[in-house]
């Protein structure tokens, strides 16, 4: 998700020829920094050559780029198709389209594509770092590969003092812990307008993971509890204190609940199963490059258990 790739501002331009409402070639002065290998939208006539707005003469025209002209033109999109004058406006709609090709294609870059794992058919793909990223992560194997369960793995810093590094924690709900509406009286990580914030595992790959990961690592170091997530790598024993006494917190990341959040509104069962890298103290910034090997290799363990009992 890092290697999103990022939409430009492409400059204004103006038609180089008059065009009649049922043209589908529509010739452009500037087609500097347009997108060709995807369908883009245009915009004729939203604003005269001075800026000014001339609602009654905007047209919506969705194009594919080639050389100077916009090709195979879906004319009227958003009002009916009309004639235009060379020297009008013609402004590049960075909007819904290309900005969701964008998005799809920066995920599609870090996929291990639709394959096979453990004869299950999967999607895999490297979250990025941060909530956000979770969140547009989880949203788009929702919508755009319309996957049925989602598991969710990674390393996380301990927050119970029980939980040491290598050990397994399975999710049962998750909160973000940097949620704070408290200004307005909401409990901390409490999400206002929204009935929910406490985002519930599913109780079934629940089960199976606890099997596996007993099974694999021993009943001593495997915990199930809530997993706090924010943007923020914790390394403060005055953090965890705090993350333990507010919230219950198992252990700490910074993705989990962002993509549990999403998964809550798209009702998709989810799980997320972290393997601990560090104790989110003084000595997690040494801990974590140490350890994270391990423990992602903790996760794939399970995680290809998961898959063959499902
Ligand atoms: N991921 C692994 N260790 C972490 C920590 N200490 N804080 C946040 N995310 C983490």
Not at 71 to 96: L, W
Not at 230 to 240: H, N
Request: overall charge negative; glycine content about 8%.
């Amino acid at each position: 998700m890092d290697k999103l790739r990022k939409t430009s501002n492409i400059p204004p331009t103006t038609l180089s020829a008059s065009i009649s409402d049922t043209d589908t070639t529509i010739p452009l002065s500037s087609t500097v920094g347009a997108e060709t290998s995807t369908c883009i939208d245009i915009v004729i006539d939203r604003i005269d050559a001075a800026g000014e707005k001339t609602p009654d003469k905007m047209e919506v025209v969705t194009v594919l780029i080639s050389g100077n002209n916009g090709t195979n033109a879906v004319r009227g999109r958003t009002a009916p198709a009309m004639p235009h004058e060379q020297g009008a406006v013609v402004e590049y709609n960075i909007s819904t389209s290309v900005l969701r090709n964008d998005l799809v294609d920066g995920l599609l870059e870090n996929l291990t594509t639709e394959g096979k794992l453990k004869d299950k058919n999967v999607v895999l793909v490297e979250g990025g770092i941060g909530k956000v990223n979770g969140a547009i992560c989880a949203t788009l194997m929702k919508n755009h590969f319309n996957v049925d369960r989602l598991l969710f793995t990674g390393v996380a810093g301990g927050v119970n003092p029980d939980i040491n590094i290598g050990d397994i924690v399975i999710g049962t709900d998750l909160v973000e812990h940097d949620f704070d509406c408290s200004a307005f009286g909401y409990e901390l990580g409490k999400i206002p307008r929204m009935d929910e914030y406490q985002f519930k595992a599913d109780e079934n790959l629940r089960k199976i993971a606890m099997e596996v990961a007993i099974e694999a690592f021993g009943k001593e170091r495997v915990w199930e509890g809530r997993i706090v997530s924010g943007d923020q790598f914790v390394a403060s024993p005055e953090k965890i204190k705090w993350l333990r006494e507010t919230f219950n917190g198992y252990c700490t990341e910074m993705e989990g609940a962002a993509v549990a959040h999403v998964c809550y509104i798209f009702e998709l069962p989810f799980l997320v199963i972290r393997a601990i890298s560090d104790k989110a103290d003084d000595d997690a910034k040494v801990d974590y490059p140490e350890f994270v090997k391990l423990a992602a290799k903790n996760s794939k363990t399970i995680i290809e258990g998961i898959l063959e009992r499902i």
